[in-house]
């Protein structure tokens, strides 16, 4: 089994910028994807970022390409997604997920508990 846990999120102002974290643990494994997801209200879940073990692959949905950016320290088992010109579109529960392939939203097993960014206009 494999543990996450998020941090960061909150309210800010439209073209502010937040940072989330997300720490694994348990039984994770060399080689591993992490990648984080969000579900705006009303709304399903949507794969928004991906990133490889080493950091030398990453996966970005088209709506957030040049304003968000995900890194991750495998070592570690930490991953961050730094979001800036934030919109209030991009309002929606921020999940951390950990699987085996960063650019394939199916391959994410592990969930972490969510975490809410508001994003005001």
């Known amino acids: 089994q494999v543990r996450l846990e998020e941090s960061g999120g909150g309210l800010v102002q439209a073209g502010g910028s937040v940072r989330l974290a997300c720490v694994a643990s348990g039984r994770t494994f060399r080689g591993s994807a992490m990648g984080w997801f969000r579900q705006p209200p009303g709304k399903e879940r949507m794969f928004v970022a991906g990133i490889n073990y080493s950091g030398s692959g990453s996966y970005y949905t088209d709506s957030v390409k040049g304003r968000f950016t995900i890194s991750r320290d495998g070592a570690e088992n930490t991953m961050y997604l730094q979001m800036n010109s934030l919109k209030p579109e991009d309002t929606a529960v921020y999940f951390c997920?950990?699987?085996?392939?960063?650019?394939?939203?199916?391959?994410?097993?592990?969930w972490g508990q969510g975490t809410q960014v508001t994003v005001s206009s």
């Open positions: 997920a950990y699987g085996t392939q960063y650019n394939w939203a199916k391959s994410y097993s592990y």
